[in-house]
C-alpha cells in the first residue's frame, strides 16, 4: 500500500474522530460556545492547551528552522518556552481569578471602558489573523504533498473541518478536540524521532544520542566541507542583537496571545488553572525537547543523502521527485557538471523549504509507509487545532467583545450565539484567503503574531494586573502606539511579500528584522501608557481595591 493511500486513510480516521466530538460536543448557551462552560478537566485542558501552543510553526517549522539556522535557530526554543513560562507563573491564575470570558472582556472591566475593550478586540483580530495564516500554510503543504492536491484544495478542505466542529460546539467541542489532537501530533512527532535517533546513533533515545554521540560533531564538519557555516556556531545567520530581539519578542508575545489566555478561563477555579499551565508545560516539553535533535538529524540526513550525489540518481528518489512536485524542493544544476552541489554559497544548487525538513525527515531515513503517514496527520492536528482555537478567539472578539458588550447588551442568548456563528463564519474566509496567500513560511508568519502580541496586549495585561494606578487613557493610547508602530514596520521590511514592491521600503529598524521588532512596538507602550496614566485621572477607587483583590491569594482555592 502506497503512503498516499496510508496517509488518506489515517487522515479519514482523524477527521472523523474531531467531527464525530464537534457534534458530541454541540452547544446551545454562549459559556459552552466562549470557554466550554468552565468545566473542563485540568488534564484535558492541559492537553488543549498543548495542542493550541504546538502549532504548525511548532511542528513543522521549529526543527527545520533548527536544522537551517543551527545554534540561531534555538532562538524559537528558548522564545517560546520562556514566554509560556512567563504566562503560566505571572498572568495566567490573575487572568482567571478575573473571571471574565476573553482578554478584550478583561481589558475592558479593568479600564472601565469600551474604548479599551473595542481597541484590545481589534488587536486580538489582528494577531489572530497573522498567526493562522501560518497554519494555513502548514495545511496546504501536508495535503499538497500526500494527498497530492493543489495547496489551494488543501486549505479548503482543512478550514472545512476545522469550521464544522468549531461552529457545533464553540470552545467546548473545540477544547475536547484539541486535547484528542495533542496525542496525534506527539505521538507522529516522537516515533520517527526514536526511530532516527536509533538508525543514526545506536541509542533510541533523541536527547541523549544528541548530546552523547558525535552526531553534532560531524554535522558541523560536513556543513564545513560543503561550505557552509559552522552548525552549532552563534550568530552566523542572526545577529546578536536580533536573537536577542527576536527571543524577547517570542517570550513577551507568548504572555499576550490571546487566544492561549483564553484557554486558561475554561477551568473551575485560579488552583484548577494553576494545575492547566503544569500539565501543558509537560506536555509541551515532549516536544520542544526533542525538536532541537530531530533538526540536526534531519540536516545530517538530508545532506548526506543528496550532497555530492549524481543529479540524476537524486531526482530518481521517490520523496524527492514527489516534494519537487510540490515547488517546495528544487534542484538546479547550475554548473552543468550533472553532480548536485548543497553548499553555503552562491553555487548552491539545492533549495529547500524550511517548512518541509519535518515532514521529509521520515522518507529521507526510509522509514516504514506508516510513520510517513503518521507525521503528515500530525501536522494536519497542529495546524488545525491551533487554527480552531484561533477562530474562538476571533469570533468571540467581535461577537462578544464588540456586538453584546458594546452594541447590543440586551441581545439574547439565541442572538449572541447567531452572530458567534456568523462571525466564525466570516473568520472562516478570511482565514482560508491569508492561507492562500500568506507572507512567509509558517515559522516567520507565526513569529510576526507574536511581535504583535508583544507590542499590544501584553503591556496592558501586565500593567492591568500589578499597576493599579494605569488607567483607561494610558492603555488605550498604549496598545494604539504599539500596535500601529509593529504593523508599520513590519509592513515597510517586508514590503515585497505583502505589498508585491520590488524592493523593501525598510531594510530594518536600525538593524531589527521584522521578528524582533515588536519588541520597540512593546518599549513604547509601556512608555506611552505610563505617561498618559500619570498625567490624566486615576482609576475608581472600585477599580484599585478590585485590582488589590485579584492580586490578593486565597487559601481556599
Same mark, same amino acid.
Given at each position: 500500500?502506497?503512503?498516499?493511500?496510508?496517509?488518506?486513510?489515517?487522515?479519514?480516521?482523524?477527521?472523523?474522530?474531531?467531527?464525530?466530538? +464537534?457534534?458530541?460536543? $454541540?452547544?446551545?448557551?454562549?459559556?459552552?460556545?466562549?470557554?466550554?462552560?468552565?468545566?473542563?478537566?485540568?488534564?484535558?485542558?492541559? /492537553?488543549?492547551?498543548?495542542?493550541?501552543?504546538?502549532?504548525?510553526?511548532?511542528?513543522?517549522?521549529?526543527?527545520?528552522?533548527?536544522?537551517?539556522?543551527?545554534?540561531?535557530?534555538?532562538?524559537?526554543?528558548?522564545?517560546?518556552?520562556?514566554?509560556?513560562?512567563? &504566562?503560566?507563573?505571572?498572568?495566567?491564575?490573575? &487572568?482567571?481569578?478575573?473571571?471574565?470570558?476573553?482578554?478584550?472582556?478583561?481589558?475592558?472591566?479593568?479600564?472601565?471602558?469600551?474604548? /479599551? $475593550?473595542?481597541?484590545?478586540?481589534?488587536?486580538?483580530?489582528?494577531?489572530?489573523?497573522?498567526?493562522?495564516?501560518?497554519?494555513?500554510?502548514?495545511?496546504?503543504?501536508?495535503?499538497?504533498?500526500?494527498?497530492?492536491?493543489?495547496?489551494?484544495?488543501?486549505?479548503?478542505?482543512?478550514?472545512?473541518?476545522?469550521?464544522?466542529?468549531?461552529?457545533?460546539?464553540?470552545?467546548?467541542?473545540?477544547?475536547?478536540?484539541?486535547?484528542?489532537?495533542?496525542?496525534?501530533?506527539?505521538?507522529?512527532?516522537? =516515533?520517527?524521532?526514536?526511530?532516527?535517533?536509533?538508525?543514526?546513533?545506536?541509542?533510541?533515545?533523541?536527547?541523549?544520542?544528541?548530546?552523547?554521540?558525535?552526531?553534532?560533531?560531524?554535522?558541523?564538519?560536513?556543513?564545513?566541507? &560543503?561550505?557552509?557555516?559552522?552548525?552549532?556556531?552563534?550568530?552566523?545567520?542572526?545577529?546578536?542583537?536580533?536573537?536577542?530581539?527576536?527571543?524577547?519578542?517570542?517570550?513577551?508575545?507568548?504572555?499576550?496571545?490571546?487566544?492561549?489566555?483564553?484557554?486558561?478561563?475554561?477551568?473551575?477555579?485560579?488552583?484548577?488553572?494553576?494545575?492547566?499551565?503544569?500539565?501543558?508545560?509537560?506536555?509541551?516539553?515532549?516536544?520542544?525537547?526533542?525538536?532541537?535533535?530531530?533538526?540536526?538529524?534531519?540536516?545530517?540526513?538530508?545532506?548526506?543523502?543528496?550532497?555530492?550525489?549524481?543529479?540524476?540518481?537524486?531526482?530518481?528518489?521517490?520523496?524527492?521527485?514527489?516534494?519537487?512536485?510540490?515547488?517546495?524542493?528544487?534542484?538546479?544544476?547550475?554548473?552543468?557538471?550533472?553532480?548536485?552541489?548543497?553548499?553555503?554559497?552562491?553555487?548552491?544548487?539545492?533549495?529547500?523549504?524550511?517548512?518541509?525538513?519535518?515532514?521529509?525527515?521520515?522518507?529521507?531515513?526510509?522509514?516504514?509507509?506508516?510513520?510517513?503517514?503518521?507525521?503528515?496527520?500530525?501536522?494536519?492536528?497542529?495546524?488545525?487545532?491551533?487554527?480552531?482555537?484561533?477562530?474562538?478567539?476571533?469570533?468571540?472578539?467581535?461577537?462578544?467583545?464588540?456586538?453584546?458588550? =458594546?452594541?447590543?447588551?440586551?441581545?439574547?442568548?439565541?442572538?449572541?450565539?447567531?452572530?458567534?456563528?456568523?462571525?466564525?463564519?466570516?473568520?472562516?474566509?478570511?482565514?482560508?484567503?491569508? +492561507?492562500?496567500?500568506?507572507?512567509?513560511?509558517?515559522?516567520?508568519?507565526?513569529?510576526?503574531?507574536?511581535?504583535?502580541?508583544?507590542?499590544?496586549?501584553?503591556?496592558?495585561?501586565?500593567?492591568?494586573?500589578?499597576?493599579?494606578?494605569?488607567?483607561?487613557?494610558?492603555?488605550?493610547?498604549?496598545?494604539?502606539? +504599539?500596535?500601529?508602530?509593529?504593523?508599520?514596520?513590519?509592513?515597510?521590511?517586508?514590503?515585497?511579500?505583502?505589498?508585491?514592491?520590488?524592493?523593501?521600503?525598510?531594510?530594518?529598524?536600525?538593524?531589527?528584522?521584522?521578528?524582533?521588532?515588536?519588541?520597540?512596538?512593546?518599549?513604547?507602550?509601556?512608555?506611552?501608557?505610563?505617561?498618559?496614566?500619570?498625567?490624566?485621572?486615576?482609576?475608581?477607587?472600585?477599580?484599585?481595591?478590585?485590582?488589590?483583590?485579584?492580586?490578593?491569594?486565597?487559601?481556599?482555592?
Amino acid at each position: 500500500m502506497s503512503v498516499e493511500v496510508i496517509t488518506i486513510i489515517l487522515v479519514l480516521i482523524t477527521f472523523a474522530i474531531y467531527t464525530g466530538i +464537534g457534534w458530541w460536543s $454541540r452547544v446551545k448557551d454562549t459559556s459552552n460556545f466562549y470557554v466550554a462552560g468552565q468545566g473542563v478537566p485540568t488534564v484535558a485542558n492541559g /492537553a488543549a492547551i498543548a495542542a493550541d501552543w504546538m502549532s504548525a510553526a511548532s511542528f513543522i517549522s521549529m526543527a527545520g528552522l533548527v536544522a537551517f539556522l543551527g545554534y540561531d535557530g534555538t532562538i524559537y526554543l528558548m522564545g517560546w518556552t520562556g514566554g509560556y513560562v512567563l &504566562l503560566a507563573l505571572l498572568l495566567a491564575p490573575y &487572568l482567571r481569578k478575573f473571571g471574565k470570558f476573553t482578554v478584550p472582556d478583561f481589558i475592558g472591566d479593568r479600564f472601565y471602558s469600551n474604548g /479599551a $475593550r473595542a481597541v484590545a478586540a481589534v488587536a486580538t483580530i489582528f494577531i489572530s489573523l497573522t498567526y493562522i495564516s501560518g497554519q494555513m500554510r502548514g495545511v496546504g503543504i501536508v495535503f499538497s504533498r500526500y494527498l497530492q492536491v493543489d495547496i489551494v484544495i488543501g486549505v479548503l478542505i482543512g478550514m472545512a473541518i476545522v469550521g464544522f466542529f468549531a461552529l457545533l460546539g464553540g470552545m467546548k467541542g473545540v477544547t475536547w478536540t484539541q486535547a484528542i489532537q495533542y496525542f496525534v501530533i506527539i505521538i507522529a512527532f516522537l =516515533i520517527p524521532a526514536f526511530a532516527i535517533s536509533f538508525q543514526l546513533t545506536g541509542n533510541p533515545i533523541p536527547q541523549l544520542a544528541l548530546t552523547s554521540s558525535d552526531i553534532v560533531e560531524r554535522l558541523g564538519e560536513i556543513q564545513i566541507d &560543503l561550505g557552509m557555516t559552522e552548525y552549532m556556531a552563534p550568530f552566523t545567520d542572526l545577529s546578536l542583537l536580533n536573537v536577542f530581539m527576536i527571543t524577547l519578542a517570542l517570550m513577551a508575545g507568548t504572555a499576550g496571545l490571546p487566544h492561549v489566555i483564553v484557554r486558561f478561563y475554561t477551568v473551575k477555579s485560579v488552583r484548577a488553572a494553576r494545575w492547566s499551565a503544569v500539565w501543558a508545560i509537560i506536555f509541551i516539553g515532549l516536544l520542544y525537547l526533542t525538536a532541537p535533535a530531530v533538526g540536526a538529524f534531519a540536516k545530517y540526513n538530508l545532506i548526506d543523502t543528496i550532497a555530492d550525489k549524481p543529479l540524476e540518481e537524486v531526482q530518481n528518489i521517490d520523496w524527492v521527485n514527489k516534494w519537487e512536485a510540490t515547488g517546495l524542493l528544487q534542484l538546479d544544476d547550475i554548473n552543468g557538471d550533472g553532480t548536485v552541489n548543497f553548499t553555503g554559497g552562491e553555487d548552491n544548487e539545492v533549495v529547500i523549504d524550511g517548512d518541509i525538513i519535518v515532514l521529509s525527515t521520515p522518507e529521507v531515513a526510509k522509514l516504514s509507509p506508516f510513520i510517513i503517514a503518521l507525521v503528515a496527520a500530525g501536522g494536519l492536528a497542529a495546524a488545525l487545532s491551533t487554527a480552531s482555537g484561533l477562530l474562538i478567539t476571533m469570533t468571540s472578539a467581535v461577537s462578544h467583545d464588540i456586538y453584546y458588550r =458594546i452594541f447590543n447588551k440586551k441581545a439574547s442568548e439565541s442572538q449572541r450565539l447567531l452572530v458567534g456563528r456568523m462571525t466564525l463564519l466570516a473568520a472562516l474566509a478570511v482565514a482560508a484567503y491569508v +492561507g492562500i496567500n500568506p507572507p512567509g513560511f509558517a515559522g516567520e508568519v507565526v513569529a510576526l503574531a507574536f511581535g504583535l502580541g508583544a507590542a499590544s496586549l501584553f503591556p496592558v495585561i501586565l500593567l492591568g494586573i500589578f499597576d493599579k494606578r494605569m488607567n483607561k487613557e494610558g492603555a488605550v493610547a498604549g496598545i494604539i502606539t +504599539g500596535l500601529s508602530f509593529t504593523l508599520i514596520m513590519i509592513g515597510a521590511i517586508l514590503s515585497p511579500s505583502i505589498f508585491g514592491t520590488e524592493q523593501p521600503i525598510l531594510n530594518s529598524f536600525f538593524g531589527i528584522n521584522a521578528q524582533g521588532v515588536g519588541v520597540v512596538g512593546m518599549v513604547l507602550n509601556f512608555i506611552v501608557s505610563f505617561i498618559v496614566s500619570r498625567i490624566t485621572p486615576e482609576p475608581p477607587q472600585e477599580i484599585q481595591e478590585l485590582i488589590e483583590n485579584v492580586r490578593a491569594p486565597e487559601l481556599d482555592e
